[in-house]
């Protein structure tokens, strides 16, 4: 399991990387495609290039996400988003680390621990998402060879690119609470 989560660490940072590439690519591939159906034509071979690109990343960021998926799967929703008593461990050592290491008492806490379980939902659906945004930009990378269907390859890589800025800020957001890394 300790291969498999040193593994995870790298994939996850691999991910980051490739995710942002996709953000880039399809925003960038956006303004690209607005430009080509208002009739700048010269911009036909890089929205060509665009397409292709865009499309390979986001394979490349969705076979990522898979390979780390397992480990998300158990060591982060259902050892933590999912057991009220780990979120309220980490709270309770989270608050000593900042008293100096003066541990609270467990019993009369201020607070209870958050609940996480909608996290894992909103991650779930978010999963849902990217492989729409997936299918779209595979789709515009078909189109982009037409000249008479430019509004529906607009529609496609608007919509990779609203998938792929809600996938990462999805997954940034709840890998800032548990990370595949965190011990």
């Known amino acids: 399991m300790l291969f498999l989560e040193s593994s995870a660490?790298?994939?996850l940072v691999l991910h980051a990387v490739?995710?942002?590439?996709?953000?880039?690519?399809?925003?960038?591939l956006v303004v690209w495609a607005w430009k080509l159906r208002r009739g700048q034509a010269r911009r036909a071979g890089g929205t060509?290039?665009?397409?292709?690109?865009g499309a390979g990343l986001y394979g490349v960021q969705f076979v990522l996400g898979n390979l780390m998926y397992p480990v998300y799967k158990v060591r982060v929703r259902a050892e933590y988003f999912e057991s009220p008593a780990a979120v309220g461990e980490d709270a309770r050592?989270?608050?000593?680390?900042?008293?100096?290491?003066?541990t609270p008492p467990k019993d009369?806490?201020?607070?209870?621990?958050?609940r996480l379980e909608r996290l894992a939902?909103?991650?779930?659906?978010?999963?849902?998402?990217?492989a729409l945004g997936l299918a779209l930009a595979v789709a515009a990378a078909f189109l982009v060879r037409g000249e008479e269907r430019r509004g529906l390859l607009?529609?496609?890589v608007a919509g990779a690119a609203a998938c792929a800025w809600t996938g990462g800020l999805v997954g940034l957001w709840v890998a800032s609470f548990r990370s595949v890394g965190a011990l």
């Open 108 to 114: 009369g806490e201020d607070e209870p621990p958050p």
């Open 18 to 28: 490739v995710g942002a590439a996709v953000v880039a690519s399809t925003t960038h």
């Open 93 to 102: 050592a989270r608050r000593a680390r900042s008293l100096g290491g003066v």
């Open 154 to 156: 607009l529609f496609c």
């Open 48 to 53: 060509r290039w665009l397409a292709l690109v």
């Open 9 to 11: 660490r790298l994939v």
């Open 121 to 130: 939902h909103l991650f779930d659906i978010k999963e849902h998402i990217v």
